[in-house]
């Protein structure tokens, strides 16, 4: 087996390129790591979170999670407070300096976003995101059969 041709590595290696890409908007003018990001853009659309849920929504790790979340609190970004269901967790909320950090990135993340599919044909676009889904979907149904 050759590795540069192993369809996994291959796909590691667009997502990677992808997100340093993308992760150059935020890191480079803003100072985000790329999981403080991932947590900004989940609050930003869910309003407020419980901690632990934003393990699977983020697809980072607990322990990304736990250290994104006090990097964040320590700038400012997020609070976090008892869950009125569970003392034991913890409610992550987004300050209003999060809200407005995360309305200054995103016309930039969208430009970049584009840009990149600017390279696809409409179709080719297209197709990518209907073989993205259908893989993942594959890949799902492998994992809940083992």
Do not use: C, N
């Not at 990149?116 to 409409?122: E, K, R």
């Amino acid at each position: 087996m050759k590795l540069q041709a192993f369809f996994p590595y291959q796909l590691a290696q667009l997502a990677e390129a992808v997100s340093r890409s993308v992760a150059s908007v935020y890191a480079d003018r803003f100072g985000l790591s790329r999981d403080e990001w991932r947590i900004l853009a989940a609050l930003a659309e869910q309003g407020q979170m419980q901690a632990s849920d934003l393990v699977p929504h983020t697809s980072l790790d607990k322990m990304q999670v736990s250290r994104a979340l006090g990097r964040m609190e320590t700038a400012g970004l997020i609070l976090r407070e008892p869950s009125p269901e569970d003392a034991r967790a913890r409610i992550v909320k987004p300050t209003a300096q999060a809200r407005r950090l995360y309305r200054k990135i995103v016309p930039m993340v969208e430009e970049r976003e584009a840009y990149l599919l600017q390279a696809l044909s409409a179709s080719e676009r297209e197709l990518l995101l209907r073989a993205m889904q259908t893989i993942r979907t594959r890949a799902m149904e492998q994992d809940a059969a083992q």
